[in-house]
């Protein structure tokens, strides 16, 4: 008798044939039919649509203002005046990190989501108290959510100094990469901060995640600036660049160009499929293999009131900002946000195949592209074999 098997019964992975679903211990040993589950408790899949575990890698749970009375969205158009308008918000308003970034993991393990890559901000004014607040949401999920931490210098690093020290000691307290942000657009010495960060990169043996919001040939140089970097320090493979929205504006032979190097290096692409500017071509990219990973940005929070932490909902608008029609490419952004995301993240057990850890969703659609554009309620949702939400209610 195996107290911890579940067997859930005629589900249809991705959409393939009806299959039984056996898990035992937090991983999958079986997908198949006439399986032997004796002592298993079992469930009745009725033909669901079995979808591993999403992926949001890339958000900022330390910020949102989930579960928060509405807070009146009104700052201004810039970069800047958001990043203002944020540091000014978080004085007033002193919200909780902790209560915060746990508010937003309960509402993702309700959309199905068993993975999240955060940037949590670091500067001179906080320090490190969001980065503990976050690192004390992650042990109090730990068995309910894979959560990875970015340090991230959302104010600045060299213009703020002081903040490389933090970053470090943010990586010493447990945060799992660097970040960075628009090292020519706000540092204005795009050459100092990269140094910077592939630097402590190097040194704490750590990857790298960086905000690239530049546009044209000024996103253009940083790009070449990373890749440089990466290639000098063997860094393949470790490095993302988060929105590069730049790759939706350059001239023909100057995207074919960078689009090999990043290939070669290995280098991620993560789009969030944005309303307002131009952003990478993803099926370009896709195809090419480059990696490419999403994630839901920064949600209801000082940036903007967008976001549900849905990475179904998150799949359609970049499908809809792509004006991908075709079933094939609604599956190929399903892909980028689960496999593309577990790869990113380093998850070597991620999928429905036996042997990975028991991190699913069930939902009630026919095919993945259906239950895109549906978007219905997540049945079952577990991780790593338990159960953490259920008809739509988060469990834990
Ligand atoms: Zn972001």
Redesign the pocket.
Known sequence: MHNNSLLIRNVRPLGKNSADLLVRDGTIVALGTDLNAEGAAILEGAGQLLLPGLVDA???IDKTFWGQPWQRHQAGPRIIDKIENERRLRRELKLSAETQSANQIRQAIRMGTTHIRT?VDVDTEIGLSSIEAVLASKEHFRESMTLQLVA?PQSGLMIRPGTQALLEAAIDAGADLVGGIDPGAIDRDPAGQLDCIFDIAERKQVGIDI?LHEADQLGATSIELILERTRALGMQGQVTI??AFCLGMLPEAQLSGLIESLQALDITIMTHGPGHIAFPPIKRLYEAGVRVCA?S??IRDAWGPYGNADMLERAMLMGFRSNYRHDDELEMILDICSFGGARVMGMADYGLEPGCSADFVLVDAETPTHAIVSRPPRSLVCKAGRIVARNGECLV
């Open positions: 890339h958000t900022h940037h991230f905000h988060s929105h994630g940005d920064g």
